[in-house]
């Protein structure tokens, strides 16, 4: 428990946590805070939209005790049930229910889209069955776009207050119209960036919102990352890279840095973790670069699998870019982990990421979609005998002083207490 903080009682009033999927390996983050907030004793149920898509989850997901329901994800097959649940819900709220139906249908017909109809439909059904005469009384979706879409109808419907967590390519690829709508309503926002603090508050500022938006980073559990690695001493240098095989990691952009090096006669592999819709792409690509014999593609990991791939990397390197929809990253969690276990990092200057990493400092950055760039920074971190341990002894301390999730934790706690008026 973070020193200084006192565990909570419940009594009765629960906190509704909305999500787009449950467990998601990718996610992490989100279910280390549930579980620290449950430690801390905030009470907790668990609505998802989706299914799990992996057959696997990550260890402490086992010590979550909220329990969880799942939504129907899409109209079409659930048709009967959405019909059936919304239906009991009409019949309970009378004329306040179609009220909120025909504004959700001139938001739809304002964006041209059937998707606000799914959203209040499954609002609808989660209303009906798990909010109405329930302990939840507040509700706090993930990520800005669908959760909270579902939270604010939800909100809507029940009178319940909401907030919401908007974390990276929720907010720059949102409506902002949509995304100022919902900032409005909440009663309060959360980021996990100053970069992002920044965009929303002048979204909300346009719109005259006055909604309170606190930064809060993810962190990480430091229990897990102790500081120390055992890179071999002989063979090619070891680059690792983790992430979703996704446009605005800049993975053609890594390989193109990594044929420059292969060219100039450096001896490495690329270990990457992750899979993505642009597998297939960055395959060809490997093999247009004449890199096949450099990179190995392990697909996705358990978090311990990750860890002991840390411990034995020469550096981590990841390429982040703004993507063409305008997706991005915000500060990638791979980032902090080589960190807090000393590998060292080369990255480039997007979105948050200098938030964390300081060039020369705490790490290495070069602009976004400049392989050559990348490639030099790589090359200069591997080729680096000495002088690198105060730049990995002041990456850790970094993470340490601003990004130890049971600091972090502690104003999520604080505003969660407030929202549900414990003691």
Known sequence: MPKG??????????????????PRISESFISSEILLLETLGIPIRIFSIRQPREDFSHRHVENIRADVTYLPEYVIPHWRTLLRTNGALWRRLGSHYPRCFLDAIS?????????????????????????????????????????????????????????????????????????????????????????NADYLARIARKSGASTPIHTIYHGIDLDFFSFGTDAPCQGPRRILSVGRLVAKKGYDDLLRALAI??????????????????????????????????????????????????????????????AENGDRDGIPNVLIEAMAVGVPVVSTRVSAIPELVEDGVT?????????????????????????????????????????????????????????????
């Open 107 to 195: 938001r739809s017909w304002e964006r041209r889209g059937l998707a606000t109809l799914r959203h209040f439909l499954q609002a609808g059904h989660l209303a009906a069955v798990k909010l109405l005469d329930s302990d939840v009384t507040h509700l706090h979706a993930h990520f800005c776009h669908t959760p909270t879409s579902v939270a604010l109808f939800a909100s809507e419907l029940t009178g319940l207050p909401f907030s919401f967590t908007a974390h990276a390519k929720d907010i720059y690829t949102s409506e902002a119209v949509q995304l100022a709508r919902k900032i409005a309503r909440a009663r309060f926002v959360v980021t996990c960036t100053r970069h």
């Open 5 to 22: 903080m006192q565990r909570v009682t419940s009594r009765g009033a629960h906190l509704g946590m909305i999500l787009k999927g449950y």
């Open 363 to 423: 790490g290495a950055l070069v602009d976004p979609g400049r392989p050559e760039a990348m490639a030099r920074a790589i090359a200069r971190v591997l080729a680096q005998t000495e002088g690198v341990g105060p730049i990995l002894a002041r990456a850790r301390e970094k993470v340490e002083r601003e990004f130890d999730q049971k600091r972090c934790i502690k104003s999520l706690f604080e505003l969660f207490t407030a929202a549900l008026k414990l003691p």
């Open 261 to 322: 090096l292969d060219r100039d006669g450096l001896d490495f592999e690329l270990i990457h973790i992750g899979s993505g819709e642009l597998e297939g792409e960055l395959r060809q690509l490997t093999g247009r670069l004449n890199l096949n014999h450099r990179v190995r593609l392990l697909g996705t990991l358990a978090h311990d699998e990750v860890l002991a791939h840390y411990r034995r990397a020469h550096c981590v390197a990841l390429a982040c870019k703004v």
